[in-house]
């Protein structure tokens, strides 16, 4: 099929600039930062970004200022609103006109032969074997801007909705820059590998037929930023270490408020939105949000019985625009843990991107001597045993839920490679199982089942509610 619309020249033709993917307004946890003590000058004159280990940065006030976004009028005073939604970052370090604007320097261009090739793979998005890193290589890291750009056109929702082609450029570009570049797992290209993986569960034919624009609009935003200005590291970190967000948050879907509320500031500070009434401006922002707290993992045992309960019943009703927003839900979280689910080549590389991820947590854990986070010790689990668990006790029971709602040759492929990859993890699990055994007879073989119990204690634990800061809840991050 051929595309009907000329890209942007950035995405596909040269990289972000260097400045603009800088982390401006991000959170930032660098493991050689004192964790209690003052911040080292040296360090906070490179670092910019909006979280740090130091609960006395000034950067709170960006979090606080972003807490009181729902309390105010979208109408009143809008030069100072937005004015007030620029971190305090990035307000030292860039112009609030420019931010988001590549700097008209020489970069270096991609081969003509690179573009073809993306704008091919954009043909065949739709393919459940997409290859997100691939994609990533062929626009230069700029993945996520180059395919959520691509899908609101596609959709015509750039036209329907009257976005504006700079403050939607803008906001994608500000979108990308705020993910952690750095994180093994939580970084731009999972967002856009989860808004690739959404797309594909609204072409699902009980979705497509029934979603309306607003719905589509809301899933491709809420996939983008679902983990934006994500610290790779969990609730439960945050929570030991009194970082000022879970005061803030009370404890409740820490990171996942903090997501939204980085989301609604961007759409604020671009003005994405702003030519719309302010009532629909604010319940876009609220549905947005949402969706976006949906994907706390802590909470899916409570949607997954709603869901199974909808099911046995039968009484889902896609012209109820309530059930619709509850539908894009699961397949929102469905698409932020679908990499059990993806073929063995890209399941992989996630397993192991997002099993490093933990392992650097725990490494920071251990070098300012906090207790270890379940499944973050290095020297105690591996990237199989952990998938194997993650894989039984969250993964399976979604995705199995899912299909009885979308009986479907994807559903059934998605099962099918779930199935191969968990026989293929343990499959290497027995190899190291067997190599462990000449070694330590009596520990052998344990790995497993210590981490599938590290799991569903997690889930357990989490499922009770808030905790103080000296109960650290055992939630999982994979998402």
């Known amino acids: ?237 945050l929570i030991k270490t009194d970082h000022y967000l879970t005061t803030l948050y009370r404890n409740t879907s820490v990171l996942e408020n903090h997501h939204w509320k980085s989301a609604v500031g961007l759409l604020r500070e671009t003005g994405l939105f702003s030519h719309l009434p302010a009532e629909d401006s604010l319940n876009m922002e609220r549905e947005l949000g949402s969706l976006i707290l949906a994907t706390d993992i802590s909470r899916q045992n409570d949607y997954l019985s709603r869901f199974r309960l909808h099911l046995d019943q039968d009484n889902l009703c896609l012209s109820n625009a309530s059930h619709r927003h509850f539908l894009l839900q699961m397949a929102l979280k469905c698409a932020d843990i679908c990499n059990p689910c993806r073929p063995w080549e890209l399941s992989k590389q996630w397993s192991e991107k997002v099993t490093e991820e933990f392992f650097q947590q725990g490494d920071i854990e251990k070098k300012h001597k906090l207790e270890v986070s379940p499944l973050c010790d290095r020297e105690a689990n591996t990237v199989g045993n952990i998938q194997m668990g993650f894989m039984t006790y969250v993964a399976e029971p979604l995705f199995a839920e899912w299909a009885r709602f979308s009986d479907t040759r994807l559903s059934q492929t998605m099962l099918g490679h779930m199935g191969l990859n968990k026989a293929s993890w343990g499959g290497l699990q027995q190899e190291q199982t067997s190599v462990s055994e000449e070694a330590e007879p009596s520990t052998a073989g344990t790995n497993t089942e210590n981490s599938a119990a590290a799991i569903a204690r997690r889930d357990s634990n989490t499922a009770t509610g808030g905790t103080s800061s000296k109960e650290i809840p055992q939630g999982s991050r994979e998402s």
């Open 1 to 237: 099929m051929e595309v009907c619309y000329q890209l942007p020249v950035l995405p596909l033709d040269r990289p972000v600039p260097k400045h603009v993917l800088s982390r401006r307004g991000a959170i930032s946890f660098s493991s050689s930062s004192s964790l209690f003590g003052a911040p080292d000058p040296r360090q906070l004159s490179q670092r910019r970004g909006a979280i740090s280990y130091d609960s006395s940065d000034q950067t709170a006030l960006y979090i606080r200022m972003l807490a009181r976004l729902g309390c105010g009028s979208a109408s009143s005073a809008p030069e100072r609103r937005v004015h007030r939604l620029l971190s305090f970052q990035r307000y030292l370090h860039s112009s609030r006109l420019l931010r988001g604007i590549p700097q008209q320097i020489p970069l270096h261009l991609l081969d003509g032969d690179y573009t073809g090739q993306a704008r091919c793979m954009l043909e065949k998005v739709g393919t459940w074997n997409f290859d997100i890193f691939l994609f990533d290589r062929l626009t230069n890291g700029n993945s996520l801007i180059t395919l959520t750009f691509h899908l609101l056109n596609q959709y015509g929702l750039v036209e329907l909705f009257q976005l504006d082609m700079v403050k939607l450029w803008r906001f994608l570009v500000m979108v990308q820059e705020d993910y952690h570049s750095d994180n093994p797992y939580h970084n731009a290209v999972h967002a856009a590998d989860v808004t690739q993986a959404m797309y594909c569960y609204m072409r699902e034919p009980m979705l497509a037929k029934s979603l309306t624009s607003c719905d589509i609009l809301l899933g491709l935003l809420a996939a983008a930023t679902h983990d934006l200005d994500h610290p790779g590291v969990n609730q439960p970190f």
